[in-house]
């Protein structure tokens, strides 16, 4: 895929930020770990994979914006756009040595994501997508899966951690699904849900009570692999609800009923 300057800066940023990460990963055992709360850890990796990402973006694009997990958003001298960055979208994955993790970063033009970029260092995947420019794992285009049943078809969601207020709605979410489909996972990395939809590795997804850093690159993504994304609250735009429902367009009308049935 020809990227555009935006786009090349991104992937690099990535990889560069993934290098470090996986660095650490080999040595997980060392890491020093403090809490954030109950189930949400941050780590010394995760902010140093944070720092890589913001220098190198902010000397490319020093006038854009800023939001990462991490540290304190900052307004643009251009308001139009902004960078959104998880640098490590998958952390108690990857402190417990479990190798499903990522970075994810996007780039938001008047609201709206135009270019995306998630980076799995330790298996090599980056997916990436531009508005209007189809989406690619690595060298190869990328579509959505094209199962049309539910019964046949796998999903994603997160399970809700530390006694979340998403919990209860959740459990009623999968015994709406579970009996109805070939099966749900729970991987732990929200972008990295979204990128195996857009992959085809997935026919769906949907989780409660997300950050727009988790999901701001992965919308983009699957929308350009031909795939669907809303809201679960239909009248809301999927980058200012917490709730998010992706899924293929076969399957989506069908998909998204059976998660609002709730």
């Known amino acids: 895929m020809q990227g555009s300057a ?3 800066v991104m992937i690099m940023a ?3 930020a993934g290098r470090s990460l996986v660095k650490d990963f080999r040595e997980v055992e060392n890491l020093q ?3 954030k709360g109950a189930g949400d850890f941050v780590s010394r990796a995760d902010i140093a994979a944070e720092q890589i990402v913001r220098d190198m973006l902010m000397e490319a694009r020093p006038n854009y914006g800023w939001v990462g997990e991490e540290s304190e958003a900052q307004e643009g001298k251009d308001p ?3 960078w959104i960055v998880d640098p490590l979208d998958g952390t108690t994955n990857f402190l417990h040595g479990m190798p499903h993790w990522c ?3 996007a780039l938001e033009h008047k609201g709206e994501i135009v270019s995306a970029v998630i980076f799995d ?3 090599d995947e980056m997916f990436v997508a531009e508005k209007g420019q189809g989406a690619w794992l690595n060298d190869t285009r990328m579509r959505v899966s094209d199962r049309g049943r539910m019964i046949e078809s796998v999903f994603a969601t997160g399970l809700p951690f530390g006694g979340r207020a998403e919990l209860p709605e959740t459990l009623k979410d999968l015994a709406r699904l579970l009996p109805a489909t ?3 996972r729970r991987w732990g990395a929200a972008a990295l849900d979204l990128a195996y939809v857009a992959a085809g590795r997935y026919e769906g997804y949907w989780e409660r009570g997300l950050n727009i850093w988790d999901i701001a690159a992965g919308v983009l993504i699957v929308k350009e692999a031909g795939g669907f994304v809303e809201a679960i609250e239909s009248d ?3 980058l200012e609800s917490r709730n998010l429902i992706a899924a293929n367009a076969t399957i989506f009308e069908t998909f998204a009923k059976t998660v609002r049935a709730g």
């Open 236 to 238: 809301r735009s999927p």
């Open 103 to 105: 970075v994810s970063i």
């Open 182 to 184: 070939a099966g749900v």
């Open 14 to 16: 990535a990889r560069k």
């Open 80 to 82: 139009t756009r902004r």
């Open 121 to 123: 260092p330790a298996k």
């Open 6 to 8: 935006n786009l090349n």
């Open 33 to 35: 770990v403090s809490s």
